[in-house]
């Protein structure tokens, strides 16, 4: 390969290498902003928190809806990374157990984010669908630790979704104030009582 397009393509790498590390910049900077509280955070926040022009935010993400789907794509993949490592073992009263202390991990983990998707994902339709997608996967989750929901009714199936989702955790945390120890024994003793219950 000749100097000059050795020295393009040092240059064309350079630049991407640049722009990748601006974008992390700008994905760090909202994603803190969001775990301080703020769920929506401004595109001028975003530039203070990451200390470069909004200009520069812009030129790497068109929107906002861009910016948060950048944001709900890490989180999600740190949270399928941490859900991989643990597989369901024992008899259904440990299944039970050790599903929702792992889901109350993630879920307080992830709670500003969490917030943060279903404060926004009225506005902007890639959040909605990511959060569709995520409580398919939280449904699939679900039955692959606790297969036995499959024999429940429908109705019954459907109301233990209900309850496993992320906007219910919200529910619990925040309009009933429970402490997340707290809504994670409710939800337990909701699944014990519908699984175990015939059988005690």
Do not use: C
């Amino acid at each position: 390969m000749p100097a000059t397009n050795l020295l393009k393509a040092f240059e064309r790498d350079g630049r991407r290498l640049r722009s990748l590390t601006s974008q992390t910049i700008i994905v760090d900077a909202m994603m803190k902003l969001i775990q301080k509280g703020t769920l929506e955070p401004t595109a001028q926040e975003v530039a203070d928190a990451a200390g470069i022009g909004i200009r520069t935010v812009f030129r790497h993400f068109q929107d906002k809806e861009s910016l948060f789907l950048k944001m709900d794509t890490r989180v999600k993949d740190s949270y399928d990374r941490a859900l991989i490592k643990i597989r369901p073992e024992g008899d259904l009263s440990r299944r039970i157990r050790d599903l929702f202390e792992l889901e109350a991990k993630l879920y307080e983990t992830y709670l500003q984010f969490i917030r943060a998707t279903l404060a926004n994902k009225w506005k902007y339709k890639t959040l909605q669908d990511n959060y569709e997608k995520n409580q398919i996967n939280l449904k699939s989750l679900m039955y692959k630790w606790l297969p036995e929901v499959k024999e429940l009714d429908v109705s019954m199936q459907i109301y233990l979704t209900s309850i496993n989702s992320t906007g219910y955790w919200i529910e619990l945390r925040e309009n009933q104030m429970l402490s997340a120890e707290e809504a994670k024994e409710l939800k337990v003793r909701v699944f014990e009582d519908a699984l175990l219950g015939k059988k005690a």
